[in-house]
């Protein structure tokens, strides 16, 4: 069973407008949460964080809020530009355990 | 050179070949990590090494098998792999394996495809 669900396999959204890419967790021991970027055929790169003890963390155009009664993450880019287009991965982990739990991504794409 | 790099980019491999994917990095980082990504699945992590030991081994086939030099190389050694194995594998590296580890720096990742 997946701790960790991105159930939008893929989002388009009007360049200029915002995105949201959503995230639900069913384990409420995790305590940070990551969302991470890739581009085809390179590897994922660090994109934001946020500790379970805030509900918001915001860096630049990118925000992500924390909804720990539902367990719901999001992400909100804005505005969306051409070169956000991208897979977003959500990642959660526990304070006692050091690995990532992995969602399966959403796909961005951006419309000019 | 910075970062983590990984090498060969592509990798085609029949079934009976033996092969090895390189991962090298130069952040001074503790811990690395083998990923596989298959097509619309989450990321699957294969081993963890923290201080050049290996920590954890996530029931992955013996047909893989982790080799970590040093706390700069990891090496992923395969043989007589299956079709299904084919895949992105991902390397990865961190400060330490620890409670303090919020994030991974990742290498481009091998595109394995076995025939």
């Known amino acids: 069973d997946q701790q960790v669900k991105q159930n939008s396999p893929s989002l388009s959204v009007q360049e200029g407008r915002i995105s949201i890419l959503n995230c639900d967790y069913t384990n409420s021991m995790f305590d940070y949460f990551l969302w991470y970027k890739k581009y085809p055929a390179e590897g994922p790169t660090f994109l934001i964080s946020i500790s379970s003890i805030k509900d918001k963390n915001e860096d630049g155009r990118f925000t992500v809020f924390l909804n720990k009664s539902a367990k719901h993450l999001s992400l909100h880019i804005v505005p969306s530009q051409p070169g956000d287009s991208a897979v977003y991965f959500c990642a959660a982990k526990e304070d006692s355990n050091y690995q990532l739990i992995w969602g399966a991504g959403t796909k961005l794409i951006i419309k000019p | 050179e910075t970062g983590v790099t990984q090498t060969p980019r592509h990798l085609v491999m029949g079934m009976t070949n033996k092969k090895s994917l390189k991962c090298e990095q130069h952040?001074?980082?503790?811990?690395m990590y083998w990923y596989k990504q298959s097509a619309k699945k989450p990321l699957e992590l294969m081993f963890v090494?923290?201080?050049?030991?290996?920590?954890e081994n996530n029931s992955v086939p013996s047909r893989f098998s982790p080799e970590c030099p040093n706390s700069s190389h990891l090496f992923l050694h395969l043989h007589t792999l299956q079709p299904e194995d084919s895949a992105l594998y991902l390397c990865?590296?961190?400060?330490?394996?620890?409670?303090?580890?919020?994030?991974?720096?990742f290498g481009s990742g091998t595109r394995l495809t076995v025939v």
């Open positions: 090494y923290n201080f050049k030991e290996q920590t």
């Open positions: 952040l001074g980082h503790n811990a």
């Open positions: 990865a590296s961190s400060q330490g394996a620890g409670l303090a580890n919020y994030g991974y720096t």
